[in-house]
Nanobody, 126 residues
Framework: QVQLVESGGGSVQAGGSLRLSCAASDNTISRACMAWFRQAPERSREGVASIQTDGDADYADSVKGRFTISKDDAKNSLYLQMNNLKPEDTAMYYC????????????????????WGQGTQVTVSA
């Protein structure tokens, strides 16, 4: 079972930027559909962005134009560049892997992902 470790979270003011990283213990990132999810207090976990093995990416409407997902297969790493952050972006952010590379990954369906990190907290103040 691959281990995924997120980092890069923190506290920023609205309009600021953060870059999240997810390090994998093996080469899963190069072979799987990868994604970022987030979960705010008392809310369900929701998909933020996904990226296919060929680099093709999909985004939730709420983050389009502000967030960019990317990966470095050689470094076994996944990234999420977050710009123009808003208070409603405050959440725990998780990276996840779908080795089956199902269509559900592109649709950011929670059940498609079998491997999860522990999360990194992002807090955006007004």
């Amino acid at each position: 079972q691959v281990q995924l470790v997120e980092s890069g979270g923190g506290s920023v003011q609205a309009g600021g930027s953060l870059r999240l990283s997810c390090a994998a213990s093996d080469n899963t990132i190069s072979r799987a559909c990868m994604a970022w999810f987030r979960q705010a207090p008392e809310r369900s976990r929701e998909g933020v962005a996904s990226i296919q093995t060929d680099g093709d990416a999909d985004y939730a409407d709420s983050v389009k134009g502000r967030f960019t997902i990317s990966k470095d297969d050689a470094k076994n790493s996944l990234y999420l560049q977050m710009n123009n952050l808003k208070p409603e972006d405050t959440a725990m952010y998780y990276c996840a892997a779908d080795r089956e590379r199902s269509v559900l990954c592109r649709l950011l369906v929670l059940a498609a992902f079998e491997s999860w990190g522990q999360g990194t907290q992002v807090t955006v103040s007004a």
